[in-house]
């Protein structure tokens, strides 16, 4: 039989843009029941954020309590009308959160939306301003009534006194790409357009299905090189998500040792080789240093956290590119790109959070591909 029940989600900001949370409830929808309450802090964002992501939390919610069809009942008139698609979601920052919201709701099965006044979303508002008043004072949401349902990814605020970040993060899961002729050669690829071989195409394919059930992904965001492009769209394809391309993810450019191996960039450029295996500041002939790529890479993160906001994505790159990512969330040294290994295909993730903390949660995973 078909569990139906009804989420009650609300969000607010003190100020618009000003100190902001969320709170949701699901209800057995024949009993009444609460099955689950959820709330967080979200740092400093706008009413229209907040209640997107109270809609989120609550489809969420109510998707770890099992059901299978939902009556979603806010009173945000514009959060009801473009989820039932009777509204454009005319605004940039919210179309990910549209997205998100309605992948989540796909998943679940059968969700209607309807407006209700806020004397009937009394429940879901309370949950809101409870996780503002938390948030205000540094401290977790601490919940009524039944324990709130949260799992891995549900956007709450980390415990203040384990990072003392507040608001939810931009979460990246780092791919990098599957094997190419070069990869498997160890020769210096960089900017080369290399398509994957038949093991690269089995990595993506395994890639795919594992982040295929990864709840919230907003967009797949590539390089523009073909191998990563290649590893990049069955994995937006498993998501139900767009694919879309940054040329600043691109590989270091090895300029005069792209296509060589290891000893023969060695062989042809011994100093410079051996300079450039300690020294980020150092370039290959014609090429790009690590430095160079540190800077270029943290632009495209500052863009992507600009444009996405606190959504997931999976970003699908590089080695270079990902341990300037992770290098960035670790606050590490330089030293780090000489001190790291990425395996093709290999997943990892960082958190980049709004008040400036991050944390990395996964480096070099291949689960996946054994």
């Known amino acids: 039989m078909t569990r139906r029940v009804i989420i009650e989600a ?42 997107y992501s109270g809609l989120i939390a609550g489809l969420r919610a109510a998707s770890d309590t099992g059901a299978q069809a939902a009556e979603v009942r806010m009173d945000s008139k514009l959060v009801v009308e473009q989820m039932s698609g009777r509204w454009q979601v005319k605004q940039p920052h919210l179309r990910p959160l549209a997205a998100e919201a309605a992948g989540l709701a796909r998943r679940l099965g059968e969700v209607r939306y309807t407006w209700v006044p806020r004397a009937r979303n009394g429940h879901a508002d309370r949950l809101a301003n409870e996780a503002m008043d938390a948030q205000a004072q ?8 039944n324990p709130p349902v949260l799992r891995s990814g549900t956007r709450t605020a980390p415990p203040a006194h384990w990072t003392g970040a507040t608001g939810p993060p931009t979460r990246m899961l780092l791919l990098r790409h599957g094997q190419t002729e070069y990869s498997a050669q160890r020769r210096y690829s960089g900017h080369r357009d290399l398509p994957l071989t038949e093991m690269g195409e089995r990595q993506a394919a395994a890639a795919a299905a594992r982040l295929a059930i990864t709840d919230g992904v907003a967009a797949v965001i590539s390089s523009p090189t073909l191998r990563a492009r290649q590893t990049a769209k069955p994995v937006a394809d498993a998501l139900g998500v767009a694919l879309n391309v940054n040329d600043g993810l691109i590989e270091t450019d090895f300029g005069a040792w792209e296509g060589l191996t290891f000893a023969e960039a060695r062989e042809r450029d011994p100093d410079l080789h051996a300079r450039w295996l300690t020294d980020t500041s150092i370039a290959p002939p014609q090429g790009e240093s690590m430095d160079a790529v540190h800077r270029r890479v943290r632009r495209v993160r500052d863009q992507l956290i600009a444009e996405y906001g606190r959504a997931t994505l999976v970003v699908v790159t590089h080695v ?40 990395v949660r996964l480096v070099n995973d291949t689960s996946h591909l054994t």
Do not use: C, Q
């Open 138 to 145: 540094g401290v977790e949401w601490p919940g009524t009534g």
């Open 10 to 51: 609300d969000g607010g900001s003190r100020g618009n843009p000003g100190p902001a949370g969320y709170g949701a409830v699901v209800r057995d929808a024949g009993t009444g029941e609460v099955l689950a309450e959820v709330a967080g802090g979200l740092g400093s964002t706008t009413n229209n954020v907040a209640e």
């Open 320 to 359: 270079t590119p990902i341990k300037a990512l992770l290098r960035m969330a670790l606050d590490a040294g330089p030293a780090l790109f000489y001190r790291l290994h990425l395996d093709l295909a290999s997943l990892s993730i960082a958190e980049f959070f709004p008040d400036g903390p991050a944390s």
